[in-house]
């Protein structure tokens, strides 16, 4: 009885041995006495105990840290260079048998492309083209882990560190860099300023213009209609006046009394020499005329008083 006790412990020890279990994001690959039978897929598997062997692959996208290493540029400046390789298996098969260790593989293939793609960019390249590096490296491990039966997605620069001084130089630069857009950019302002100040400066003018033109333009015509009814007044007071001479017939004597006085405030004035109008000749000789008949009569009336007396 303790003989057939310990045979059947055996035996489902030895048929438990040969149940798997795959999760679904695994494959099997069961190999009979060391050759490739079959690709097992996910869930309850038996293979036969100590004949059949199976090789679970994980097909999850996974990660590979490539360790830190120096790297020379075009322009002979040693950067340290650190990436990370974003992987997925898509044929378990050759992931098993074409390659001994794919983590291995992929980081010395991937140190090696990071020299050769770095090496052919200068170190101001390298430190703004780090989308175009990680293109680069990822279509080249694409292409080599293909036969592997594994897709590489994407490649992830970390960081990328030149020396000491090298980094000094580049802030000094930035510093210098950004200084000089200050001083830019403040030039900018103050010209912008500038040119709003004499446009505002010249709209004013204009504006001021504008304003005068228009005054003068009223004053112009204020005056415009002053003179036209000053000149209005004189020319009624003058048909007023001339109404008036007409209406009251006046001598010859009172004309020529009046001449007078017009012409002795002519002369009345601070001037050297005093124009008289052409018409004042004839005047003036009827004046005289008037002189002769007023000292003929003068003289006349002297004689008959003289024969009075006699």
Same mark, same amino acid.
């Given at each position: 009885?303790?003989?057939? $006790?310990?045979?059947?412990?055996?035996?489902?020890?030895?048929?438990?041995?040969?149940?798997?279990?795959?999760?679904?994001?695994?494959?099997?690959?069961?190999?009979? $006495?060391?050759?490739?039978?079959?690709?097992?897929?996910?869930?309850?598997?038996?293979?036969?105990?100590?004949?059949?062997?199976? @090789?679970?692959?994980?097909?999850?996208?996974?990660?590979?840290?490539?360790?830190?290493?120096? @790297?020379?540029?075009?322009?002979?400046?040693? @950067?340290?260079?650190?990436?990370?390789?974003?992987?997925?298996?898509?044929?378990?098969?050759?992931? @098993?048998?074409?390659?001994?260790?794919?983590?291995?593989?992929?980081?010395?293939?991937?140190?090696?492309?990071?020299?050769n793609v770095i090496g052919e960019m200068e170190l101001d390249q390298t430190l703004t083209s780090r989308e175009?590096?990680?293109?680069? $490296?990822?279509?080249? $491990?694409?292409?080599?882990?293909?036969?592997?039966?594994?897709?590489?997605?994407?490649?992830?620069?970390?960081?990328?560190?030149?020396?000491?001084?090298?980094?000094?130089?580049?802030?000094?630069?930035?510093?210098?860099?950004?200084?000089?857009r200050a001083v830019i950019l403040e030039a900018e302002g103050y010209k912008q300023s500038e040119i709003t100040?004499?446009?505002?400066?010249?709209?004013?003018?204009?504006?001021?213009?504008?304003?005068?033109?228009?005054?003068?333009?009223?004053?112009?015509?204020?005056?415009?209609?002053?003179?036209?009814?000053?000149?209005?007044?004189?020319?009624?007071?003058?048909?007023?006046?001339?109404?008036?001479i007409h209406e009251g017939d006046p001598t010859k004597d009172l004309i020529a009394i009046r001449y007078l006085?017009?012409?002795?405030?002519?002369?009345?004035?601070?001037?050297?020499?005093?124009?008289?109008?052409?018409?004042?000749?004839?005047?003036?000789?009827?004046?005289?005329?008037?002189?002769?008949?007023?000292?003929?009569?003068?003289?006349?009336?002297?004689?008959?008083?003289?024969?009075?007396?006699?």
């Amino acid at each position: 009885m303790i003989f057939w $006790l310990i045979l059947a412990v055996v035996l489902f020890i030895i048929a438990a041995s040969g149940i798997k279990i795959i999760r679904p994001f695994e494959k099997g690959l069961v190999e009979r $006495l060391g050759k490739y039978r079959r690709e097992a897929e996910p869930g309850l598997q038996f293979i036969i105990p100590f004949i059949e062997r199976m @090789v679970k692959v994980d097909l999850r996208e996974t990660v590979i840290d490539v360790p830190p290493q120096e @790297v020379i540029t075009k322009d002979n400046v040693v @950067v340290t260079v650190d990436a990370i390789i974003y992987y997925q298996i898509t044929d378990a098969f050759r992931v @098993v048998y074409n390659v001994a260790n794919f983590e291995i593989a992929a980081i010395k293939l991937a140190q090696t492309n990071l020299r050769n793609v770095i090496g052919e960019m200068e170190l101001d390249q390298t430190l703004t083209s780090r989308e175009r590096i990680n293109v680069t $490296l990822r279509e080249v $491990l694409d292409e080599a882990t293909d036969k592997w039966g594994v897709k590489v997605t994407r490649v992830e620069i970390k960081k990328i560190d030149p020396p000491q001084d090298i980094m000094d130089a580049m802030s000094k630069q930035m510093k210098a860099e950004r200084t000089k857009r200050a001083v830019i950019l403040e030039a900018e302002g103050y010209k912008q300023s500038e040119i709003t100040k004499a446009e505002g400066d010249k709209m004013s003018a204009i504006l001021q213009a504008e304003g005068q033109s228009e005054s003068i333009k009223r004053v112009a015509e204020a005056n415009k209609f002053k003179l036209i009814a000053e000149a209005e007044g004189q020319a009624i007071a003058t048909v007023n006046v001339f109404k008036a001479i007409h209406e009251g017939d006046p001598t010859k004597d009172l004309i020529a009394i009046r001449y007078l006085d017009a012409l002795r405030q002519i002369a009345d004035g601070k001037a050297n020499k005093v124009f008289l109008p052409y018409e004042s000749s004839a005047m003036l000789s009827s004046l005289g005329t008037m002189a002769e008949i007023f000292k003929d009569g003068k003289d006349s009336s002297s004689v008959n008083e003289k024969d009075s007396k006699k």
